[in-house]
């Protein structure tokens, strides 16, 4: 199988923090499953880091040494991403997320989230 990260999801990771169930934390650790962030992650967080909405306690080349460190493969955003988005009803209102969303469908990937908003569309997921 091959996992798509939420942004949320991913910085609990990088974080450990006790949110992130033990299950997404093997599956994310595990270098034998494929596991992806979106571009569109990245993004998110530069902003949060640029408007002082997000203390990740290490710089952004920190963060990128880490994605590497733990094989985590970036997903580019490309043509089919946003005719997927362009097709997606409106149950999510956070861009970012629906990017995702878009990109899990398309890639046919497995989303990890707590995001309850997520089961309003056709899209795989779990947590916990």
Known sequence: MAYLLDTHAFLWF???DKLLPE???RIIGNIDESCFLSAASLWEITIKLQNN???LGLSLKELFDFI???QIEIIPINYEHL???SKLPSHHNDPFDRLII??????E???ITRDKLFKNY???QIWG
């Open 68 to 70: 590497d460190r733990n």
């Open 109 to 111: 990937l497995i989303i």
């Open 122 to 124: 056709k899209v795989k």
């Open 23 to 25: 299950s997404a934390k």
């Open 53 to 55: 909405k997000l203390d």
């Open 83 to 85: 005719l997927q988005l």
């Open 102 to 107: 878009a990109q899990a469908i398309s890639e």
């Open 14 to 16: 990088v974080s450990g």
